[in-house]
């Protein structure tokens, strides 16, 4: 069992309404993971929520280029998904789900903000050069290992927690936190990509939360 001490943070991921049943980009089984990640937050001093947070007309909606969902376009930093429009800029969908009660949480990282650039991750934006701000947020406050949950696991979280290693912070992902999108075996290679950086990959029952 990891204990869980001062220098580890929790990190929630993308735990809104669209990408929960109902919403416009909805994970299977995303509101599943809600009392879980409640759970969770009573075990930890530092916790941080990311928050997927697009302008209208970002580059990563469909709608945006008039194709599909889940077709792609070549962006400047590379290869971009297209989704559904989801989690605009003080939209409903883009609210934290009604029932995610972390009333200690200190911080809300928002990413995905600039029209031209996504970001997965809760630490790089999709150029992969651009800080959220959060590594300098954990590292000033003497985190050393982050505990990553939420949504989607095959994308935010798994980019996360790719992210946080290269930012040189022990990850242990919470595999039964998290749920995943799995379009054309990405969530196969999320685990592959997360495992080969050196990710931890435990359960809350195995953690003792
Ligand atoms: C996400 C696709 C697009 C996620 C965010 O939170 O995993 N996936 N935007
Ligand atoms: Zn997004």
């Known amino acids: 069992?990891?204990?869980?001490?001062?220098?580890d943070a929790l990190v929630v991921v993308d735990m809104q309404?669209?990408?929960?049943?109902?919403?416009?980009?909805?994970?299977?089984?995303?509101?599943?993971?809600?009392?879980?990640?409640n759970r969770l937050g009573r075990a930890f001093g530092t916790i941080v929520l990311t928050q997927d947070w697009h302008p209208a007309g970002h580059i990563s909606f469909a709608s945006t280029h008039a194709q599909a969902p889940f077709e792609?376009?070549?962006?400047?930093?590379?290869?971009?998904?297209?989704?559904?429009?989801?989690?605009?800029?003080?939209?409903?969908g883009a609210a934290f789900h009604p029932g995610l009660d972390l009333p200690s949480a200190q911080a809300i990282v928002r990413k995905g903000t600039h029209p031209h650039v996504d970001s997965y991750s809760g630490f790089l934006e999709a150029d992969?050069?651009?800080?959220?701000?959060l590594g300098g947020y954990l590292r000033e406050r003497g985190v050393e290992r982050i505990f990553v949950a939420g949504?989607?696991?095959?994308?935010?979280?798994?980019?996360?927690?790719?992210?946080?290693?290269?930012?040189?912070?022990?990850?242990?992902?919470?595999?039964?936190?998290?749920?995943?999108i799995d379009l054309g075996g990405s969530l196969a290679r999320a685990m592959a990509d997360m495992a080969a950086a050196g990710v931890a990959v435990e359960t809350s029952s195995a953690l003792g939360l």
């Open 128 to 133: 992969r050069v651009t800080p959220t701000g």
């Open 72 to 92: 792609t376009v070549a962006a400047a930093y590379g290869t971009q998904v297209l989704w559904p429009d989801h989690c605009v800029q003080g939209s409903e």
């Open 17 to 37: 309404r669209d990408f929960c049943p109902g919403g416009a980009l909805a994970v299977p089984g995303g509101d599943a993971v809600v009392p879980v990640v």
């Open 1 to 7: 069992m990891r204990q869980i001490s001062a220098g």
């Open 151 to 180: 949504l989607a696991l095959d994308f935010c979280v798994a980019w996360t927690a790719l992210d946080g290693r290269g930012k040189g912070f022990e990850v242990v992902l919470i595999e039964d936190a998290c749920r995943a």
